[in-house]
C-alpha cells in the first residue's frame, strides 16, 4: 500500500506558534489523538492568517475554505507537550493553494507530524469559489505559482 509523503521546502515556512497538548487532547493509547491534531492545525492556521491581516471571511462574502487535509505522523506527542507549529504556503493557482505545516517538538527536537491542507476563495454569499484576491496573493510575492 503506498504511504503518503509530506516534504516542503525549507524556505517557504513564513510563521511559527508554539502549542501545548491538554490533558484532553489525549486518546486511549495515552498520546495526541488526530481529532486534536487536526484542530490544533485549524489553531495555527487562524493564527497564521491572523498574523498576516488575512481575515477568513470579508464583507462582501469571500472568505477561505479548506479543500483538503493531508497529515503524516512522525512521532507521538504527549500531554503538556509544548509544539512548534511553522506554517507556510506554497503552491498557489488563481483559486487558492496550500498552507504547510512541520510540527515538532523543541523540547528534544522530534518531528511530530508534517500536514497540508488546500484551501481555496469562496463567496459565502453566491456560494461560488472566486479568484485569489490581489491583497492576498500580494502578501505572499515569493510563492511558487502552478498556474
Known amino acids: 500500500m503506498a504511504r503518503l509523503s509530506l516534504e516542503f521546502p525549507e524556505d517557504q515556512y513564513c510563521y511559527s506558534t508554539h502549542l501545548t497538548v491538554r490533558v484532553t487532547d489525549i486518546n486511549a493509547a495515552n498520546h495526541l489523538g488526530n481529532d ?21 471571511a470579508t464583507e462582501d462574502g469571500t ?9 503524516t ?4 506527542a504527549h500531554a503538556r507537550d509544548q509544539l512548534l507549529f511553522e506554517v507556510g504556503v506554497m503552491d498557489f493557482n488563481r483559486y487558492g493553494g496550500d498552507i504547510t505545516f512541520r510540527i515538532s517538538r523543541p523540547a528534544d527536537g522530534k518531528l511530530i507530524a508534517m500536514a497540508k491542507s488546500g484551501f481555496v476563495f469562496f463567496n459565502y454569499q453566491t456560494s461560488r469559489v472566486v479568484p485569489m484576491p490581489d491583497g492576498f496573493r500580494d502578501t505572499f510575492p515569493k510563492v511558487n505559482w502552478l498556474d
Open 73 to 76: 505522523y512522525r512521532a507521538e
Open 63 to 71: 472568505g477561505i475554505i479548506v479543500t483538503d487535509l493531508a497529515t
Open 36 to 56: 486534536s491534531m487536526i484542530s490544533m492545525i485549524s489553531e495555527a492556521r487562524a493564527r497564521f492568517l491572523f498574523e498576516y491581516g488575512i481575515n477568513e
